[in-house]
């Protein structure tokens, strides 16, 4: 009881050295269970008490969201993927990013007058904790109902506590700036930003400095990311080009059906040869004898053709352009996932570089603290000019990690704005926090079967295959008679002639049969039956790797899973212990190499943290792509 009132009364150096001498006052932390509780960058603690994090000043407060959202999708409608929020174990809650500092209340004892519906209570809430840690996910998940009896159990155990005086004191819960917060998706039309979009001159370059230099950051999420892409990404603007030619073409082919109507007229002024030698002749007889004479004539024709058999050429010919813009609109829905799944890539790797960033400060203000503890301690006479050094270089290599990652995150933003195609003056930043972007609910077996169902890539095989069969089927109608109704009708008047316009006309049906082309035609045919059997091919290869596919990204989402609620753990671990390595150093039986080894793990520590949720969000963004949306909007 005494030592529990001296490890709150007296000061940190004299609380390090009662804790080294008697480890017995002092509180234990079970490492291997691992509790929830509210804390403004975990999602898990070791321990029911006060947070190593919200008792350590030293350490920046971050606040990484660890509430699960959506993956918004590109122009299509949201996966079937449940957000953490609408699951059995829901009721998250979460501390706002508000660094509140925890007040310092005096022991809290549990009187021995406690009645037996309270201890029923309290046995209750432990059972819940216990069995959220048998459950991998109920350490990313709060129970709903665990939640509410942890509330009863910190209500329960915060009692009257006798103070000096004497008289019983009630002890008000430590205030928490924390509301439930309940995880939406993201949506893509969030807020408008017009100003992002490019100019419509595609060929418009720069030719000044001031119209390259970078003037606003504008921080975006993941969705108003994905909705940027659709309307500015050229990729996916290529592809959209190409589906419009490809429909153009399919109207040039059902142009055939129609016949052809063509209209021909020429004004001829002409004198022949002939009657201007006879002409001479006779003015060598008669010199008064005229000039030849000159005949001005008017000719015109319209004729009509329609091909009423064609052995099949006209057809085929229609069927591929029908088959080549089926081909081009599962392209533009290819590159649609494709561009999706890259602009989430490089998102996350945009939320992995400023994490880096804040892992790499907070790292630089761990060893500032170090070597200001160290010089305190050398000035006192009881520490080494050797530990200040090795200070001054941990101080120097983090310095150098966070330049690294400073350079990395300029790289990252350029990245995701070259992908977006942004204005010339406009930076972009992450906006969302880190956090877990949902859970996938579906088996193996039944995202694989959803895969070979909607993968658009198996399609356009397909339609290869349509193409090169009707190419072949045109080929070999060459070879064939081809039949065509031909009808002209035609005008003609010379003008000097005092006759009236004349007509004429004819109709008939024409043939034409092509007996011997060399071999040209079997020739095509043979290639296009060459394509096709490469197109099925193909086909099975793709089979074959859109199952690997989707089985890779399964796999890497699970052990993801599992890695982000170890990070958890380790994470508090390396908190806790570099707490206790600073209360050793400064209590003079430490060495400053453990500060500096448990500085090295807190900082590996939450680079795991960070690496393991941006991985599965990855690994998540991955499947839905190999699935593809298509699947869910049936």
Known sequence: MKGQQLFHSFLPGVTAAVLTTQSAWAGTVKVSEVKLVSSPSVLTATDVKTSVVESNRQLPITAVDNSPAFVPTLDFSQLSMQPLANQSVTDITAVNNTYVPAEKSPKTFVPISVTGAKVAQLTEANKCVQAQQKNQAALLLASKSCSQ???????????????????????????????????????????????????????????????????????????????????????????????ERSKAALREAQASLLPTLGVNGAVTNSRSANGTLQAKQQQRLNPLAPDAEADTSFNTEAQLRYDLYTSGRRNAAITEAEEQVRFQEFDVERQSEEIRLNIATDYYALQQADENVRISQSAVENSQASLRDAQALERAGVGTRFDVLRSQVNLANAQQ??????????????????????????????????????????????????????????????????????????????????????????????????????????????????????????ARAAQAKSNIAIAETQFAEQRNQIRFQVEQAYSSQLSNLENVQTANAALEQAKESLRLARLRFQAGVGTQTDVINAENELTRSEGNRIRAILDYNRALTELQRHVTSRAFNK
């Open 401 to 522: 990690d966070l330049t690294n990652a400073r350079s990395q995150q300029v790289i990252a933003r350029r990245r995701l704005a070259v992908r977006l195609n942004l204005p010339q003056s406009i930076n972009i930043s992450a906006a969302d926090p880190v956090q877990l972007a949902g859970l996938w609910e579906r088996t193996l077996e039944d995202s694989i079967v959803l895969a070979y169902q909607n993968r658009p890539e198996l399609q356009q095989q397909l339609a290869q295959r349509n193409i090169s069969e009707q190419r072949r089927r045109q080929a070999l109608a060459s070879l064939g008679p081809q039949i065509s109704l031909v009808a002209s009708y035609n005008l003609l008047d010379v003008f000097n002639d005092s006759i009236n316009i004349s007509d004429g006309y004819s109709v008939g049906v024409q043939a034409t049969l092509n007996l011997y082309d060399g071999g040209a035609a079997k």
């Open 149 to 243: 009896k942890k509330a009863t159990l910190e209500r329960v155990a915060q009692v009257s506590v006798p103070t000096e005086s004497g008289t019983p004191n009630t002890s008000e819960p430590p205030a928490q700036n924390s509301e439930p917060v309940t995880p939406r998706p993201t949506s893509s039309t969030e807020t408008p930003l017009e100003h992002l979009n490019p100019s419509l001159n595609p060929l418009q370059f720069p030719t000044k400095p001031e119209e390259v230099r970078l003037q606003t950051n504008q921080p975006i999420t993941l969705g108003q990311a994905l909705e940027l892409a659709k309307r500015n990404n050229n990729e996916l603007q290529v592809s959209i080009l190409q589906l």
